[in-house]
C-alpha cells in the first residue's frame, strides 16, 4: 500500500496542486488537518475532489483551523477518522482532528478528555488488525510538538494513550517548525510539517505490514 500522507495546506490550492502532480498516483491520502484555514465546507471539497483524482481511497481529519461545518462534510462524504475508525486492506487507520487547548481560540479545540474517548472510540474499530496507524491533527506531548518560542505544545491525552495502547505509526502536524519524526515506545510519530514545505510517502509491504517512510521536498 503507497500512501501520500500531507497536512496543514490551510487552503493553498495551488500548493495543492503541486503535490498531487509531483507525487503520481497513490493507493491511499491520509490527511492529517488543515486542509483549510477558517474557509467554508465548498472550499473544502473543491480540495477534496483535487486528491480523489490521485488516489483510490482518502482519509482525513479535521485540524484546528477546519471550521465545524468542515469535519461534518468529512463525515457526510465518509472519509473521516474523527472519532472513529476503517479498515483498508489489512491496515487499521483511526483518529482525531482538532486539537487541545491553544492559546488562539481556534475553531476545533478539545478538552484533553474529549481527545481520549474519541481516541479510544476509534481504537475499538480497529484493535483487532495487525497494522495499526493513528491521525492525529495535534502531536503527542514532547514528541516532535515543540513550537519556535521552545513550548511543547501537543496533547497529553494522545502520548497518555500511545503509552496504554501502542500502534505501529502516529501520522500528524498542526506544530509546522516541528517537522520530523519521534518515538514513543515502538510507535513512530510522524509530524509531515506544512504542505508548504513537502509531503511524505509511506509504504506498507502487503505481506509482512512492515511501514517505511521517506519526506519528500520540493
Known amino acids: 500500500m503507497d500512501i501520500l500522507c500531507v497536512s496543514d495546506v490551510h487552503g493553498d490550492f495551488e500548493t495543492l496542486k503541486r503535490i498531487t502532480a509531483l507525487a503520481g498516483?497513490?493507493?491511499?491520502?491520509?490527511?492529517?488537518?488543515?486542509?483549510?484555514?477558517?474557509?467554508?465546507?465548498?472550499?473544502?471539497l473543491h480540495m477534496i475532489d483535487e486528491l480523489q483524482a490521485k488516489a483510490a481511497d482518502i482519509v482525513i481529519v479535521p485540524g484546528n483551523c477546519d471550521l465545524n461545518e468542515t469535519s461534518e462534510l468529512y463525515k457526510g462524504l465518509g472519509i473521516s477518522l474523527h472519532g472513529t475508525g476503517r479498515v483498508i486492506g489489512d491496515v487499521g487507520f483511526f483518529g482525531v482532528g482538532g486539537s487541545n487547548r491553544t492559546p488562539f481560540n481556534t475553531p476545533l479545540e478539545y478538552e484533553e478528555e474529549e481527545i481520549t474517548a474519541m481516541l479510544e472510540e476509534g481504537h475499538?474499530?480497529?484493535?483487532?488488525?495487525?497494522?495499526?496507524?493513528?491521525?492525529?491533527?495535534?502531536?503527542?506531548?514532547?514528541?516532535?510538538?515543540?513550537?519556535?518560542?521552545?513550548?511543547?505544545?501537543?496533547?497529553?491525552?494522545?502520548?497518555?494513550?500511545?503509552?496504554?495502547?501502542?500502534?505501529?505509526?502516529?501520522?500528524?502536524?498542526?506544530?509546522?517548525?516541528?517537522?520530523?519524526?519521534?518515538?514513543?515506545?515502538?510507535?513512530?510519530i510522524i509530524n509531515t510539517g506544512p504542505a508548504q514545505e513537502g509531503y511524505v510517502k509511506i509504504t506498507i509491504d502487503d505481506d509482512t505490514g512492515k511501514v517505511t517512510y521517506e519526506f519528500m521536498r520540493y
Open 25 to 44: 498516483d497513490f493507493d491511499l491520502v491520509v490527511v492529517a488537518g488543515d486542509l483549510t484555514n477558517f474557509y467554508s465546507s465548498v472550499a473544502a
Open 124 to 188: 475499538e474499530k480497529v484493535k483487532d488488525c495487525g497494522t495499526k496507524i493513528l491521525v492525529s491533527h495535534a502531536p503527542p506531548v514532547e514528541t516532535v510538538d515543540k513550537t519556535s518560542s521552545g513550548v511543547n505544545a501537543g496533547s497529553r491525552a494522545v502520548r497518555d494513550f500511545l503509552e496504554e495502547t501502542p500502534v505501529d505509526l502516529v501520522i500528524c502536524g498542526h506544530i509546522h517548525e516541528a517537522q520530523g519524526t519521534g518515538q514513543i515506545g515502538k510507535t513512530t
